[in-house]
C-alpha cells in the first residue's frame, strides 16, 4: 500500500526551480532515503512533505488523502533533525512527551506510551535525566522517541546523524534501521553521505539540480547507475576524460579499456568513471591490464589505497583490502590494472556532442 506519494512537486524562488517536478511513490513500512550534494533539493522536499514550505507546484498525498494545502500541525508526521531540538529544562520523560500532551494525552496513557517509547530506544533507564547529562547519541535517540511517540503516518529525517562522530554514526544508523523495521514507520530520510542511504533504504532517490537521477534500491543504484552523474556520485569513483571507441574508452593514446557500459557514440568526448573497489591490481607480469606505477601508499585500516600512475596516461586511485596479497606494495612498483567491462561506466561530457 502506497503511504507517500509526489506528484509533479515543484518549488521555485523568483526564476530559479530548486524542486522540477519531483515524482514518486513511498510504500508502507519503506524507509526512503532522499541523497544528493547540497542544494540539490532534497531539504526542500522534506520541508514541503513537513508543511514547512509550501510547494510552487503538484501534489502531496498521504495515501489517498492530499495534504498538499494542510498546516503543519495537521499533517501528523514525525520529524528528527539534525540538531537534536530537545527542550534543555525539561527531562527525557518530558521532552519525550511533549507531542502526546499536544495531541490530548494523559495520565496513564502518557505515562505508558513515553515508556514504549523510550523502551524502544534503549533509554527506559534514563527517564528522569535532563538533555546536559546526556552523550550526543543519547540525546539524538530521546529526538528519536519523540518522534515515534505520537505515532505519525510519515516520519522525516533531517540529516540526524550529521553531528555525531564516526562511531556514534554508525551505532545509530543501526538504531534507526532496527526501530523503522520493528515499527514499520514510512519514513524519508535526507542525506549527503551515500554510506548512510546505501546502509538504512528500502529506497534511494538520487537527486541531482533538483531533478531525480536514479530511484531504486540501494543494491541498482550501486551497481546499475543510471546515468554518469550517478556513477560518479556513488562509491569511490575515477573521473576521468576520454575518447568513446567502438566498445570501450581510449583514456590516453594507446591506453583503452573495455566498456559495455558506454552511452556515448565512439569519436566523441565522455566521461569516464572507474570506483577505486572495482579495479583489481596486481604486479606487472602477473597479469594482463594497463601498466603503471605505484605513486602513493595510504594505509586506511580495513583498505589501503594506491595511487597509480598510468604509463603515459593520468593517475588513478585504486583500494584493495589491507589483508590481501597487494596490501604491502611500496612506492615505485611497476602494476597493472584491470577491471571488467561492465564497471566501466562511460557517458558524454557535458556539452559534448
Known amino acids: 500500500m502506497t503511504s507517500l506519494s509526489l506528484r509533479s512537486l515543484t518549488k521555485r524562488y523568483d526564476t530559479a526551480?530548486?524542486?522540477?517536478?519531483?515524482?514518486?511513490?513511498?510504500?508502507q513500512g519503506q524507509l526512503v532515503s532522499l541523497l544528493g550534494p547540497?542544494?540539490?533539493?532534497?531539504?526542500?522536499?522534506?520541508?514541503?512533505?513537513a508543511g514547512l514550505l509550501e510547494p510552487t507546484g503538484g501534489q502531496i498525498l498521504f495515501g489517498e488523502e492530499d495534504v498538499t494545502k494542510l498546516p503543519?500541525?495537521?499533517?501528523?508526521?514525525?520529524?528528527?533533525?539534525?540538531?537534536?531540538?530537545?527542550?534543555p529544562h525539561m527531562t527525557v520523560f518530558e521532552n519525550v512527551a511533549f507531542g502526546l500532551r499536544r495531541q490530548g494525552v494523559k495520565g496513564v496513557d502518557l505515562k505508558t506510551r513515553v515508556g514504549e517509547a523510550l523502551e524502544q530506544v534503549r533509554l527506559g533507564a534514563l527517564a528522569?535525566?535532563?538533555?546536559?547529562?546526556?552523550s550526543g547519541g543519547q540525546q539524538q535517540r530521546v529526538a528519536l522517541a519523540r518522534s515515534v511517540a505520537p505515532r505519525p503516518a510519515i516520519l522525516l529525517f533531517d540529516e540526524p546523524l550529521s553531528n555525531l562522530d564516526a562511531q556514534l554514526r554508525e551505532e545509530m544508523q543501526i538504531e534507526i534501521k532496527r526501530l523503522q523495521s520493528e515499527l514499520k514507520l514510512t519514513s524519508l530520510f535526507v542525506t549527503h553521505d551515500q554510506h548512510e542511504a546505501m546502509s538504512l533504504s528500502d529506497r534511494i532517490c538520487l537527486m541531482s539540480g533538483g531533478?531525480?537521477?536514479?530511484?531504486?534500491?540501494?543494491e541498482e543504484v550501486y551497481f546499475?547507475?543510471?546515468?554518469?552523474?550517478?556513477?560518479?556520485?556513488v562509491g569511490s569513483p575515477n573521473q576521468l576524460s576520454g575518447v568513446a571507441t567502438e566498445g570501450g574508452v581510449e583514456l590516453a593514446p594507446g591506453l583503452r579499456l573495455a566498456s559495455n557500459r558506454a552511452q556515448a557514440r565512439p569519436g566523441g568526448r565522455v566521461r569516464v568513471t572507474l570506483r577505486q573497489e572495482d579495479l583489481a591490481l596486481a604486479p606487472a607480469g602477473q597479469a594482463p591490464g594497463l601498466a603503471g606505477r605505484i605513486a602513493l601508499r595510504i594505509f586506511e585500516g580495513a583498505s589501503v589505497q594506491y595511487i597509480v600512475a598510468l604509463s603515459g596516461g593520468p593517475e588513478v586511485m585504486a583500494r584493495v583490502s589491507s589483508r590481501g596479497p597487494q596490501a604491502d606494495l611500496p612506492v615505485g612498483t611497476e602494476v597493472v590494472l584491470s577491471i571488467p567491462a561492465d564497471r566501466v561506466f562511460v557517458a558524454p561530457e557535458e556539452g559534448a556532442a
Open 17 to 27: 526551480t530548486i524542486v522540477n517536478a519531483v515524482s514518486f511513490d513511498v510504500e
Open 38 to 49: 547540497s542544494g540539490c533539493g532534497k531539504t526542500t522536499i522534506l520541508r514541503m512533505i
Open 72 to 87: 503543519a500541525n495537521r499533517r501528523n508526521v514525525g520529524l528528527v533533525f539534525q540538531s537534536y531540538a530537545l527542550f
Open 128 to 134: 528522569d535525566r535532563f538533555p546536559r547529562q546526556l
Open 211 to 218: 531533478n531525480i537521477q536514479q530511484f531504486a534500491t540501494p
Open 224 to 233: 546499475n547507475p543510471a546515468n554518469g552523474f550517478v556513477s560518479g556520485f
